[in-house]
């Protein structure tokens, strides 16, 4: 299983980005693929998921109402759209794959590589 995340860079505050993770090597019908973030110096975080079945989603209340996590089945691909970012939003970003939804990073059973979330003041 890939799952490879792009879009990361540097943005100042208040600026958008949108992260993309391409999936594949398995199927991932009844999978949860969620979004997670690290910043310098603390644990990793959840931030975002969504149910590759239903389309059903799930937000850290940090992120409600700024970031929309979104799925294009045909290209296996989910995306995070990042609005009126903060620089607390700093981080890597990784896209992670589950057998179920789970806010923990420890229920993830497999991790993209990160990518880089800067945010200026």
């Known amino acids: 299983v890939q799952l490879q995340a792009s879009g990361g860079g540097l943005v100042q505050d208040g600026g958008s980005l949108r992260l993309s993770c391409a999936a594949s090597g398995r199927t991932f019908s009844g999978y949860s693929l969620s979004w997670f973030r690290q910043a310098s110096g603390k644990d990793r975080e959840f931030v975002a998921a969504i149910e590759w079945s239903n389309g059903r989603t799930y937000y850290a209340d940090l992120v409600k109402g700024r970031f929309t996590i979104s799925r294009e089945i045909a290209k296996v691909t989910v995306s995070l759209q990042m609005f009126s970012l903060k620089p607390e939003d700093t981080a890597i970003y990784y896209c992670?794959?589950?057998?179920?939804?789970?806010?923990?990073?420890?229920?993830?059973?497999?991790w993209g590589r990160g990518t880089q979330v800067t945010v200026s003041s």
């Open positions: 992670a794959a589950g057998p179920y939804f789970s806010r923990s990073y420890k229920s993830m059973a497999y």
